[in-house]
C-alpha cells in the first residue's frame, strides 16, 4: 500500500521559519513530479511550489524567494524550507507525488499526503 506522510507543521511566529517534509513509502518503482499545496478555511486548494523527477522547480508567486522545494530521490521524499513565514501561510499544507506504485496493480496514480498544519502566529 502505497502512502505519502507529512511531517514538520507546527506553530510559528511571523518571520520565523518550518522545514516540513513528505515521505513516500510501500511499492513504489518511481516517481515523477512531487508537490506541496495548501488550503485554509474558506479557500481552495493551492499549488505552492513543485519539483520535477530531475529537479526543476516552480513556485506559486506569493512564496517566491520565501520557500525551498526540494527532493532526495534515494529516500522518496520531498522537502518544503519555509523561511521569513507570514500570518497569511497559515493553512494546512499537503504533498503530492506522482508515481507509479503497486495498490492491486502497477500503475501511475497521484497520491495524496494527510496534510499538516502550519500555524504562523505571535
Known amino acids: 500500500q502505497v502512502q505519502l506522510v507529512e511531517s514538520g507543521g507546527g506553530l510559528v511566529q511571523p518571520g520565523g521559519s518550518l522545514r516540513l517534509s513528505c515521505a513516500a513509502s510501500?511499492?513504489?518503482?518511481?516517481?515523477?513530479?512531487m508537490a506541496w499545496y495548501r488550503q485554509s478555511p474558506g479557500k481552495e486548494r493551492e499549488l505552492v511550489a513543485a519539483?520535477?523527477?530531475?529537479?526543476?522547480?516552480n513556485y506559486a508567486d506569493s512564496v517566491k524567494g520565501r520557500f525551498t522545494i526540494s527532493r532526495d530521490n534515494a529516500k522518496n521524499t520531498v522537502y518544503l524550507q519555509m523561511n521569513s513565514l507570514k500570518p497569511e501561510d497559515t493553512a494546512v499544507y499537503y504533498c503530492?507525488?506522482?508515481?507509479?506504485?503497486?495498490?492491486?496493480?502497477?500503475?501511475?496514480?497521484?497520491?495524496w499526503g494527510q496534510g499538516t498544519q502550519v500555524t504562523v502566529s505571535s
Open positions: 519539483i520535477t523527477s530531475g529537479g526543476n522547480t
Open positions: 510501500g511499492s513504489i518503482l518511481s516517481i515523477n513530479d
Open positions: 503530492n507525488a506522482d508515481l507509479l506504485g503497486f495498490s492491486g496493480i502497477w500503475r501511475y496514480q497521484l497520491y
